[in-house]
């Protein structure tokens, strides 16, 4: 068994009393992303908790932003009202017109919050807690050599304390091994809860769909070393299981990230065909690093 090569944290080494005093010798403006599309079951419960425990008075986090990704629901409305500041992800940089899916509304994220620490969890999470918080943003303030944590838990399934990540196992875990081993012992390379900073995300292409996740992890291993890159367990996390007939395009998007990046490289699109289903086409529509963008440099001189 491979021992972890990352530096390796608990949630549990941090508190938010700490972490906050830290934060503000350290002169540190914390960003809380939620990205989020038809979340109206658990935006609101998720916002309320940020502001009432990190942020009203204890002042971990400075701002909790979500980004609307085309909700058909009310879940702009009922993030406003538990006191998020939410956009449109169309309303990011028009001036580089429109793009779709996962990556597109983490990029448009960063350029829409005011931190230079900017923490990102999934918005559909059933037992969110600070923990998620703190696990995060420690490690970026305790040590400024980390740029990027990566979180990892426990996914229960249908009552059984395992079993959750099926995506995470079948195809991002052997396309690592495969292709890039030195990022093999990452916990949860698919993890939707991770925190950075903006010095470097703002120099990072984002993938729009789902192969953000890993493709930041390959780009940010190339451009700045593992070294740069931490791990922190969250615990367990909850959230709603997606049917294998949505898992199937989420596994070949990542299958597409991993190949654009390696020595083989990706050509074209690939078509996933099975029995009874439309066919899907997926391939690998980038957004380049915010950086080079005009636009986004105006916006944070």
Not at 176 to 198: C, D, K, M, N
Request: aromatic residues 6%; contains cysteine.
């Amino acid at each position: 068994m491979h021992r972890l090569r990352y530096q390796t944290f608990h949630h549990t080494d941090f508190t938010a009393r700490e972490l906050a005093a830290e934060k503000t010798r350290l002169g540190h403006v914390v960003s809380m992303c939620l990205p989020a599309r038809d979340e109206a079951a658990t935006i609101g419960q998720n916002v309320q908790l940020l502001r009432e425990t990190l942020m009203d008075g204890l002042g971990l986090i400075d701002e909790i932003l979500v980004i609307d990704d085309h909700s058909h629901d009310r879940t702009a409305e009922i993030a406003a009202n538990a006191g998020a500041r939410v956009v449109g992800v169309n309303d990011v940089l028009p001036e580089v017109g429109p793009g779709e899916g996962k990556g597109e509304a983490l990029w448009k994220s960063v350029a829409a919050a005011e931190g230079d620490l900017i923490v990102w969890c999934d918005a559909d999470i059933l037992d969110f807690g600070p923990r998620f918080v703190e696990g995060l943003v420690g490690p970026l303030l305790a040590r400024p050599d980390i740029g990027f944590v990566k979180g990892f838990y426990d996914r229960p399934v249908d009552g059984g304390a395992y079993g959750g990540g099926r995506v995470t196992e079948l195809m991002a875990r052997p396309a690592l091994a495969t292709w890039f081993p030195h990022l093999a012992t990452i916990v949860q390379p698919l993890s939707g809860e991770y925190a950075g900073r903006r010095s470097l995300l703002e120099r990072l292409p984002f993938v729009q769909g789902y192969g953000v996740d890993i493709a930041l992890l390959i780009d940010i291993a190339a451009m700045d070393g593992t070294d740069a890159i931490a791990q922190v367990d969250l615990g367990t996390r909850r959230h709603r299981n997606r049917p294998l007939d949505e898992l199937g395009p989420q596994a070949l998007a990542v299958l597409q990230a991993v190949l654009s990046r390696s020595p083989m490289g990706l050509e074209h699109p690939a078509t996933l065909v099975r029995p009874n289903l439309e066919p899907v086409e997926i391939g690998i529509d980038e957004r380049p690093a915010l950086i080079d963008l005009p636009a986004y440099r105006r916006r944070s001189a």
